[in-house]
Every structure is written in structure tokens, then in C-alpha cells.
């Protein structure tokens, strides 16, 4: 799992840092890609990287301000002529419905694989067996969500070699010692996962925000989640700023990050009032309330490790 950072600047494009667009990459989890935000350009910024825009299986919105969704029906319309087949769930406030169907309509575009829309509200927007995404609104101009990824804990690593040393050869029972049954074998021996199986893996957990003041939603999403992306529009002391156009510094960020009991913070929507040379200063401003943070930067990339339960 990774956080890659396609957009990291507030309000208009940059020289330093495009408008906002954030790559989960989930390759090993489900061979997918989920993108929150897509602000103009995103799929230039994406032909830098490494990620197909056929590995898109997910796109979430926050908020329908422009530097957040109008890179949305560029990437929709050329990921058609990438190889994209499969079907795209875009999750979005009310409104993106109307926004992408006339944008594709007007333009005369044809997508070549099924898009389905979800205009979402409060709770469990999502859910399979092996994720979950919780959505809350956050305190901005305009209804704008945070996202709380949730991985569901997983099963240890099959121990393939142990069991060919018992005499079980690969094939069906395999799964179902994965899936924690016990099997008797043929001369009566019973198989106990448990003793099969390597350390559980413990669900990682990624909250990403839109546009917002500071405020509790924001802590109750990021509860103990390994990795927090808070906005950071203003530096300290301009709370008042921050406050007056629903925004925040990166101070109130890496308070949300510490009475949250996060792993880790990563500053992100910054202002390009500030320039390269202040952003030293922007992380070290949050650090000095949350020691475990980082200021993000276009196509800057943040791995979160796997986490084995004892």
C-alpha cells in the first residue's frame, strides 16, 4: 500500500505544485488503484509516473470546488484510450453526477468501459471483504467529505513448505486452511491452521481529508490511522485567515494528527503563496506538535508497511 502524490497545491495550478489529485495504490492488495481528488492536469501529472490509468478502479471526491474535479472528465475520456475496460466507481458529493454526465455529453464523449456514479452521504460508503471506506463532512464553504480507509485484517501467509512436509500438496485445501478450517487428511492427521499459518496481518488505515477548519470530524476519522493527508493551506498564525475562508494551518493539522493518536502526518493543499523555500519551515511549524510529520510534494511518495499481530 502507497500513497503517491499526484497534487499538492490549494486553489490554481503552480510551478511547484499542481492542484489536488492523491494515487492510492493498492497493487498488491487488489491489483487496483483508488484516486481522491482530481484536480486539472492530473493525468499529465500521472503520465510522469508509473500508475496506469487502467489500474483505476476507484475515484472519490471530497468537494466539487474546481481544483478538486476538473481534471475529472479528461482522465475519464482518455482512459478509454489506455486499455480501461473495466468498470469505474466515482463516489462524490451531490452534484458530480450532473457535473461529469453533461461534461461527457457536451463534449460528445464515449467511454468505452461502464462508469458508475455514487453521489454519497455520511457512513460506510463502501465495503467488501477486504476494505471498508468511511466518508464524514468536514467544515468547509461547500459540503466536503474526509475519507477514512479502512484495510480489514487479513490471515498470515500460508506456510507452503511446512504443510508439503506433512504430505499436503497445493491444491483446494490449501484455501480453506488459509481461511482458518481445520482439515483431516486422508490418514486421519488434522490439520490446524493455526500452526500453518504465519502472523496475522493487521488492517492499515488511511485517512485522507478535504478542504476543512479545523474540527472534530477531522479527529474522529483519523482515529489511530496509520497515515493522516490533512490540508495545510496557511502557515501558523494566520488562523484567522484559515478560519474566514474554511481552511486550515499547519498547526490545527498536526493537533487533529495528535489528539487522533495517528502514526504518521502528511501536510498537503498548500498555498503557493508559500514557495519552495518556506516549506521547510510549514513542516517544521507542525512537528513541533506531531513529531511524525511530513509535508508532501508532487509525485512524493509515502509506503505504509505491513503490520503483523503477534
Known amino acids: 500500500m502507497e500513497v503517491f502524490f499526484l497534487g499538492t497545491g490549494a486553489g490554481m495550478p503552480a510551478k511547484a505544485r499542481n492542484v489536488t489529485s492523491i494515487a492510492l495504490k493498492l497493487l498488491e492488495e487488489r491489483g487496483a488503484i483508488w484516486i481522491f481528488d482530481c484536480g486539472e492536469a492530473t493525468q499529465h501529472q500521472i503520465l510522469h509516473t508509473s ?110 513448505d511446512k504443510l508439503m512436509e506433512e ?33 496475522a496481518q493487521k488492517g492499515r488505515i488511511v485517512t485522507i481529508l478535504g478542504d476543512t477548519r479545523i474540527c472534530e470530524t477531522a479527529i474522529q476519522l483519523a482515529k489511530n490511522a496509520d497515515l493522516l493527508v490533512h490540508e495545510a493551506t496557511f502557515s501558523n498564525g494566520e488562523e484567522k485567515l484559515a478560519y474566514d475562508y474554511y481552511h486550515s494551518t499547519t498547526v490545527q493539522a498536526a493537533q487533529v494528527a495528535k489528539e487522533a493518536g495517528v502514526k504518521k502526518l502528511c501536510l498537503t493543499h498548500i498555498s503557493s503563496r508559500y514557495d519552495r523555500g518556506d516549506w521547510n519551515r510549514l513542516e517544521e511549524e507542525a512537528r513541533m506538535i506531531f513529531e511524525n510529520t511530513v509535508i508532501s510534494e508532487d509525485f512524493k511518495e509515502i509506503f505504509l508497511p505491513i503490520c503483523k499481530v503477534n
Open 167 to 199: 504430505g499436503v500438496k497445493p491444491g483446494p485445501l490449501y484455501k480453506k486452511i488459509k481461511n482458518g478450517e481445520a482439515v483431516v487428511l486422508e490418514n486421519g492427521n488434522v490439520i490446524e491452521p493455526e500452526a500453518f499459518l504465519g502472523p
Open 51 to 160: 500508475i496506469k490509468p487502467r489500474r483505476i478502479e476507484k475515484i472519490f471526491i471530497t468537494h466539487l470546488h474546481g481544483d478538486h474535479i476538473y481534471g475529472l472528465p479528461g482522465l475519464l475520456s482518455s482512459r478509454s484510450f489506455q486499455g480501461g475496460e473495466s468498470e469505474v466507481v466515482l463516489y462524490g458529493p451531490k452534484g458530480i453526477k450532473e457535473f461529469v454526465e453533461i461534461s461527457l455529453s457536451v463534449s460528445q464523449t464515449y467511454l468505452k468501459y461502464p462508469l458508475k456514479i455514487v453521489e454519497i452521504e455520511e457512513g460506510i460508503i463502501f465495503e467488501d471483504e477486504e476494505f471498508a471506506v468511511e466518508a464524514k463532512l468536514l467544515e468547509h464553504g461547500i459540503p466536503s467529505y474526509g475519507f477514512r480507509v479502512i484495510e480489514k485484517d487479513r490471515p498470515g501467509t500460508l506456510l507452503a
